[in-house]
T-cell receptor
Framework: SQQGEEDPQALSIQEGENATMNCSYK?????LQWYRQNSGRGLVHLIL?????REKHSGRLRVTLDTSKKSSSLLITASRAADTASYFC????????????FGKGTMLLVSP | GAVVSQHPSRVICKSGTSVKIECRSL??????MFWYRQFPKQSLMLMAT?????????EQGVEKDKFLINHASLTLSTLTVTSAHPEDSSFYIC???????????FGSGTQLSVL
């Protein structure tokens, strides 16, 4: 069953702008992960945030987690055309990376 | 970084034929591999968990006899879509869990089109 729900479904911005995507989930989790998928390709792991963490950074990525609201956000700063892809959140109810439940994804289009 | 090879990347077949998709972990051992199905502009839906040396665990609603999974070694899992029909057309993705660090790595996916 679907766990994560991302919004917006689609986001179109200009290069240099920031992109924010949100994810909500329903059950208690151990960790939440964000993945990127280029069209017709597999998924690439971006970042993992554990349930006891509130914010995490990795390069131009910033992820927040609010367990009280069961929501997370992914911020991509200073976006580039190469960031154009679909972004998915995925939740894990146990430790480790196993058995993920994916959200519906946000399609991000960054125009030059 | 770790690499998961999924083959073929694209297959077109006639209705009624069987199609085998391979998922290989190239530089690590994977006790557990996962098979997902993805429809256009939709999320990934877990189909089954493949465990080396034992039977796969299928998610509710996934037909075991339709989607045969074999995980005969620590680096290879195969998904066979038997007697494929047009409704089986989809994007299939595998992922493999590195036994040493629990990390998940994804294959590049297989686009199956059944005519």
């Amino acid at each position: 069953s679907q766990q994560g729900e991302e919004d917006p479904q689609a986001l179109s911005i200009q290069e240099g702008e920031n992109a924010t995507m949100n994810c909500s989930y329903k059950t208690s989790i151990n960790n939440l992960q964000w993945y990127r998928q280029n069209s017709g390709r597999g998924l690439v792991h971006l970042i993992l945030i554990r349930s006891n963490e509130r914010e995490k950074h990795s390069g131009r990525l910033r992820v927040t987690l609010d367990t009280s609201k069961k929501s997370s956000s992914l911020l991509i700063t200073a976006s580039r055309a190469a960031d154009t892809a679909s972004y998915f959140c995925a939740t894990a109810v146990t430790s480790g990376y196993s058995t993920l439940t994916f959200g519906k994804g946000t399609m991000l289009l960054v125009s030059p | 970084g770790a690499v998961v090879s999924q083959h073929p990347s694209r297959v077109i077949c006639k209705s009624g034929t069987s199609v085998k998709i391979e998922c290989r972990s190239l530089d690590f051992q994977a006790t557990t591999m996962f098979w997902y199905r993805q429809f256009p502009k939709q999320s990934l839906m877990l189909m089954a968990t493949s465990n080396e040396g034992s039977k796969a665990t299928y998610e509710q609603g996934v037909e075991k006899d339709k989607f045969l999974i074999n995980h005969a070694s620590l680096t290879l899992s195969t998904l066979t879509v038997t007697s494929a029909h047009p409704e089986d057309s989809s994007f299939y993705i595998c992922s493999a869990r590195d036994t040493t660090n629990e990390k998940l790595f994804f294959g590049s996916g297989t686009q199956l089109s059944v005519l």
